[in-house]
């Protein structure tokens, strides 16, 4: 018999937190990522008491042992991509930074700056930023802003498409190999996404669906990346599959709970 962990692709690795709803946080990550054909482990940074109304509490994970929770996946799973989503505070993003520097080198990682939930919730402390832009951006293989988070982390207003085509660039410049920046923030029928790669830069355009959610897209689109990465797909593969598994996820959203609900990830 073969060992089937030696021939194994599509092991991702999540570092990020959790959401009680399901909606967002490591339940969207795995259920992309599973819902795609990849293998989903996680190193979960803080838990948070959620639902589709709002974050109600949130509990942080000692940054030890996120720590020892990366290294034993990466010691003996091993991963062919990483994707890090909420990690609560710079403490833990220097955590997390260390320990892909000492295990995590030359795997593809995907960095999703979670910063403030779409309830309004904090879910990064804002002193955290500089830790960010410091430690993680310059390892990403590709960064996935939306807007909010791409003004925080460039300084910049982003009003319109160019400035967004600006903003991405700059984002590589401060150290990201890529960046997807996702206009979805922007109001208007057309939604505008700018990938930015060595290659230059390419914008996304898509109609806004009537969502009956859109808890969790961020998310669910930064771990499909990740599981096209790990799968062995070029970025701009990864991207394009991981933006159409997002949009019917959306489109055929169930409807769940009475705030803003969940993607459907059963499509
Ligand atoms: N909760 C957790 C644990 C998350 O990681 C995230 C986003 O990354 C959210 C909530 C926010 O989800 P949304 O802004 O889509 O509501």
Do not use: W
């Amino acid at each position: 018999m073969t060992d089937a962990r030696s021939t194994q692709r599509g092991r991702v690795l999540i570092v990020a937190g959790s959401d009680s709803g399901g909606g967002a946080g490591i339940q969207a990550d795995i259920k992309a990522v599973t819902a795609l054909g990849g293998y989903a482990m996680t190193a979960i940074t803080a838990l948070t008491a959620q639902n589709t109304l709002g974050v109600e509490g949130v509990v942080g994970i000692e940054p030890a042992f996120i720590r020892q929770q990366i290294a034993v996946v990466l010691d003996d799973l091993g991963a062919d991509a990483i994707k890090t989503g909420m990690l609560h505070s710079a403490p833990v993003i220097e955590a997390v930074a260390a320990e892909l520097e000492l295990r995590g080198r030359g795997i593809p990682l995907v960095v999703d700056p979670v910063m403030v939930a779409e309830s309004g919730a904090s879910l990064l402390d804002p002193t955290a930023v500089g830790a960010l832009n410091r430690d993680l951006l310059v390892r990403a293989t590709l960064l996935t802003p939306n807007l909010p988070e791409a003004e925080k982390l460039t300084g910049m207003t982003i009003a319109d498409l160019e400035a967004m085509r600006q903003a991405a660039s700059m984002l590589r410049t401060l150290g990201a190999e890529s960046v997807l920046l996702k206009g979805g923030h922007l109001v208007g029928d057309t939604i505008h996404d700018v990938l930015a790669t060595e290659a230059g830069l390419e914008v996304f355009t898509d109609t806004r669906l009537p969502a009956r959610g859109s808890h969790g897209t961020g998310c669910t689109l930064a771990s499909a990346v990740a599981c096209g990465l790990a799968q062995g797909l070029g970025l701009r593969d990864a991207v394009l599959r991981a933006r159409a598994y997002l949009r019917e996820a959306i489109r055929t959203a169930p409807g769940l709970g009475r705030g803003n609900g969940p993607v459907n990830h059963g499509h």
